[in-house]
């Protein structure tokens, strides 16, 4: 059984950082581009940040660039989401999610993922 499970999420000032983290069991997570997705109430899921399976590549949508950084330990099967500086506009849940890639590669639209984990709420106020 897959699973995919975030924690890090959270109550946080405009200025401050949070870390999450999304652990995968059930799949064998070296060979799985990964993102974080993030979806406010009313709007479509967008693909915050991904990574290629052996982390070579990065992706990040144009409003985290500079203050959000992704990251993966494969020998822990873990994700991460460093983000920084966080802004109002950050507020969202967000999810960790997979799919099977080769290397080199990831995919920007949330429809390309196949495995989801249950979302962790992070909200941002001034």
């Known amino acids: 059984q897959v699973q995919l499970v975030e924690s890090g999420g959270g109550l946080v000032q405009a200025g401050e950082s949070l870390r999450l983290s999304c652990a995968v069991s059930?799949?064998?997570?070296?060979?799985?581009?990964m993102a974080w997705v993030r979806q406010v109430p009313g709007k479509e899921r967008e693909v915050v940040s991904a990574i290629s399976r052996s982390a070579g590549l990065t992706y990040y949508t144009d409003f985290v660039k500079g203050r959000f950084t992704i990251s993966r330990d494969n020998a822990k099967n873990t994700l991460y989401l460093q983000m920084s500086s966080l802004k109002l506009e950050d507020t969202a849940i967000y999810y960790c999610?997979?799919?099977?890639?080769?290397?080199?590669?990831?995919?920007?639209?949330?429809?390309?993922?196949?495995?989801w984990g249950q979302g962790t709420q992070v909200t941002v106020s001034s």
């Open positions: 999610a997979a799919t099977g890639a080769s290397d080199g590669t990831y995919y920007r639209l949330s429809r390309d993922y196949k495995y």
């Open positions: 059930g799949l064998t997570f070296s060979h799985y581009a």
